[in-house]
């Protein structure tokens, strides 16, 4: 078991979420960067989607109530084993009374802004909706449906292979992310870029985007250049005459999408963010950057790159055959 001590600043049990249930109005969930969770619990010895910890930026502190092997991926964040610091991407034994922490404030050196924490048999909540994913919007699923505070003690179920075969297992060098405050966002066009003119489309992709402070797990807005939308048709000037051309009928909304509001700051859409919008969707994130905007901390930069739906599945396959082949090395 595990026992908070301190909870952090954002502190919850995810896996890689509840995918299905958007036509409900349940968002996906899950991890902000599936691809660190997936790596943590490869390492100790779990399935790929198994619920782990995730941490945002500063302040957990928790004690082992027994023996286990951990992972921390993600984010470098400095956490440390009993003051001594922890490497990451690889396998680290607990023993009983052992104490995981992370700073009291944020490392301005620090890029990146989650960490996760996967431990040997997974964090054992219940299922629902098919995930053990904390639901902060809906108050549902992970532990008690809320992000954990001090007092918490976290059951682990059954490691699936014996501790002493989880020791020394690290990741392949090559596969460690490259965490940044610089981040290049591939998306795909549509479904209403015909909506917005040619120069606002162009201004998308070739503006260094800001990271304004309105950051959560919702979604991430950026600060930049105002958009410029075409003319509107007469049927709809005659309705509304001074309706905002980006207010269009409700729509589904994909993980990902960086729809406009009111022609002012692109939002993309994160994990716990809405199933359905009012508003223009210019463009949407391939899925093997998602991680990207999961990690995007305030005032980092970010640069757009469009790519059509081929490539995006080319990107797509080359990052999934990464966990087909075996990414875990052992000292």
């Known amino acids: ?18 995918p299905g249930y958007l036509s409900m109005g349940v968002p996906v969930s899950g991890a902000s960067d599936p691809f660190s969770l997936k790596m943590g619990n490869r390492l100790v010895g779990n399935q790929d989607g198994e619920a782990g910890i995730e941490i945002l930026l500063y302040g957990l502190q928790l004690r ?17 084993l009993n003051q001594a610091p922890i490497p990451l991407w690889r396998t680290v034994e607990l023993e009983k009374g052992d104490v995981i922490s992370f700073p009291s404030f944020v490392l301005p050196s620090k890029k990146g802004c989650r960490a996760y924490l996967a431990v040997a048999g997974g964090i054992d909540v219940p299922v629902v909706l098919g ?12 532990f008690e449906g809320r992000a954990l505070k001090k007092g918490d003690v976290l059951r ?7 501790l002493r075969q989880l020791t020394g297992r690290r990741l392949k060098e090559a596969l460690i992310p490259d965490f940044t405050d610089h981040w290049e966002v591939r998306t795909v066009l549509g479904p209403q870029d015909h909506l917005f003119t040619e ?3 162009g201004r998308f992709y070739s503006h260094k985007w800001r990271v304004s402070h309105k950051v959560s797990r919702f979604g991430v807005r950026y600060i930049g250049p105002k958009f410029e939308f075409k003319p509107r048709p007469p049927h709809q ?3 509304d005459p001074k309706g905002d051309p980006s207010n269009i009928v409700t729509q589904g909304v994909p993980l990902g999408a960086i729809e406009v509001a ?6 993309a ?12 969707i210019l463009a949407n994130a391939i899925s093997a950057d998602l991680w990207k905007i999961g990690q995007t901390k305030p005032d980092d930069f970010t640069t757009f790159r469009k790519v059509d739906v081929d490539e995006a599945y080319r990107i797509l396959a080359d990052a999934e055959k990464t966990f087909r082949d075996d990414p875990i090395l052992t000292d």
């Not at 082992?64 to 440390?80: E, N, S, W």
């Open 156 to 162: 682990i179920g059954s490691a699936a292979l014996p």
């Open 262 to 267: 009111g022609g002012v700051e692109p939002i």
């Open 131 to 142: 995930s053990k994913s904390t639901c902060l919007p809906a108050n549902f699923g992970g």
């Open 199 to 201: 120069e606002s489309i």
């Open 269 to 280: 859409i994160s994990v716990d963010g809405p199933s359905t919008t009012g508003f223009v």
């Open 1 to 18: 078991m595990l026992e908070i001590l301190k909870p952090g600043m954002l502190t919850t049990v995810q896996d890689l979420g509840r």
């Open 64 to 80: 082992a109530l027994a023996k286990m092997i951990v992972a921390v991926t993600g984010a470098d964040l400095g956490a440390k």
């Open 237 to 239: 000037v005659q309705r």
